[in-house]
Antibody
Framework: QVHLQESGPGLVKPSGTLSLTCAVS?????????WTWVRQSPGKGLEWIGE???????GYSPSLKSRVTMSVDRSMNQFSLKLSSVTAADTAMYYC????????????WGQGTMVAVSS | QSGVTQPPSASGTPGQTVTISCSGS????????VNWYQQVPGTAPKLLIY???QRPSGVPDRFSGSKSGTAASLAISGLQSADEADYYC???????????FGGGTKLTVL
């Protein structure tokens, strides 16, 4: 059973860079899966940030594309998210999730990690 | 700005059947599969329905999904208090090249 666990700083300063990691256990990050980031601002709905395949293929949300970088570390079986030039609007719960490459759904989710942008 | 639209709220009494709608366009629901997620407050979303009408293992058959044209719906029969949660539909959008989520529907069991 694949398990995902997010980690990273809970507080980031405005104009700084948000950096999160999602550790994959119970399975290989090199499996036929897209590794995804989704966020949820307080009291709001879900927003797809983007996804990455183990080969490095990526897809980013058009609204965040200029500030997002995703990467995969196959040796550590984890993947990462960097979001630059953050503002208070980036304060949210950040979830990592898995999508099979033959489906359009996210079947496994991490528990989420809350990131606040504040000075 | 979401490419798919859901009603913000829905409600029902125990035992009733509730239906939640999800309206999209030809670039998302009209040409791709719809998936539904259940999010109990304070927890991560959980896949509830995938590929329009399939249930993952462990999801009761009280939950069912359907899709017609550019719209989809989630039906919950035999409503239970444990079903109180937020429900989100989602689909790939060919125009945006992105996954889009509906705004979510908060289900209250009266």
């Amino acid at each position: 059973q694949v398990h995902l666990q997010e980690s990273g700083p809970g507080l980031v300063k405005p104009s700084g860079t948000l950096s999160l990691t999602c550790a994959v256990s119970g399975g290989s990050i090199s499996s036929r899966s897209w590794w995804t980031w989704v966020r949820q601002s307080p009291g709001k709905g879900l927003e797809w940030i983007g996804e990455i395949y183990h080969s490095g293929r990526i897809g980013y949300s058009p609204s965040l594309k200029s500030r997002v970088t995703m990467s995969v570390d196959r040796s550590m079986n984890q993947f990462s998210l960097k979001l630059s030039s953050v503002t208070a609007a980036d304060t949210a719960m950040y979830y990592c999730a898995r999508r099979h490459d033959n489906g359009e759904y996210f079947d496994i989710w991490g528990q989420g990690t809350m990131v606040a942008v504040s000075s | 700005q979401s490419g798919v639209t859901q009603p913000p709220s829905a409600s029902g009494t125990p035992g009733q059947t509730v239906t939640i709608s999800c309206s999209g366009s030809s670039s998302n629901i009209g040409s791709n599969t719809v998936n539904w997620y259940q999010q109990v407050p304070g927890t991560a979303p959980k896949l509830l329905i995938y590929t329009n009408n399939q249930r993952p293992s462990g999801v009761p058959d009280r939950f069912s999904g359907s899709k017609s044209g550019t719209a989809a719906s989630l039906a919950i029969s035999g409503l239970q208090s444990a079903d109180e949660a937020d429900y989100y539909c989602a689909a790939w959008d060919d125009s945006l090249n992105a996954f889009v989520f509906g705004g979510g529907t908060k289900l209250t069991v009266l």
